[in-house]
């Protein structure tokens, strides 16, 4: 009610715990066709996508109105540290080679047809944990996933630290779901 003080508040809220941000893993499987294999990763940074109800405009004989038809999505963004064997980085390389010319391997295949569901059977689990029971709080499943482009990485002979890449991920469709 508007009569509680600031600390029960805070202890109401609190009491639901949060969710800590650096709790999470992330895992590919792709199913069929060319095997890119089961791969867990442990991304830098996961940028979870928007999600939008789509709508149709029906202004026929009165006053207009959206009709909501479907819901989409935005797309799911992973940053990843490059590593000396460049482990990550050619695992999407390879992936994005296989979705857009049929071909596992790094350099174009002499496919003739471009394989439209090529995509459709590769799935992405983003799983949340908690801080102190490392118990599975949350997870998130997107389904038809592939690699839509990997961002430019800079290298400079002045700069310190590590060189990173992102990875921009599209999705047809995802559930949400509670774990415990």
């Excluded at 969710?19 to 940074?45: H, M, W």
């Excluded at 499943?141 to 482009?149: D, L």
Aim: net charge positive; with cysteine; charged share 20%.
């Amino acid at each position: 009610g508007s009569n509680n003080t600031i600390q029960q508040f805070r202890n109401s809220f609190s009491s639901r715990g949060f969710q800590s941000a650096n709790r999470y893993l992330v895992k590919f499987i792709k199913r069929s066709g060319v095997d890119l294999g089961f791969k867990t990763c442990y991304p830098e940074s996961v940028i979870l996508p928007e999600k939008q109800i789509e709508t149709t405009r029906d202004s026929l004989y009165t006053t207009g109105r959206d009709i909501p038809t479907s819901s989409s999505q935005g797309s799911v963004l992973l940053s990843f540290i490059t590593m000396k064997d460049w482990q990550e980085r050619i695992y999407f390389e390879n992936w994005m080679n296989t979705t857009a010319y049929g071909s596992g391997k790094l350099g174009l295949s002499k496919a003739a047809v471009v394989p439209y569901n090529i995509s459709s059977d590769a799935s992405m689990q983003i799983a949340f944990y908690d801080e102190t029971t490392n118990a599975l709080t949350w997870d998130y499943i997107f389904y038809e996933v592939y690699p839509q482009s990997i961002t430019p990485t800079s290298f400079e002979s002045s700069a310190t630290g590590y060189a990173s890449f992102q990875v921009l991920l599209h999705a047809r469709s995802r559930t949400f779901n509670q774990r415990y």
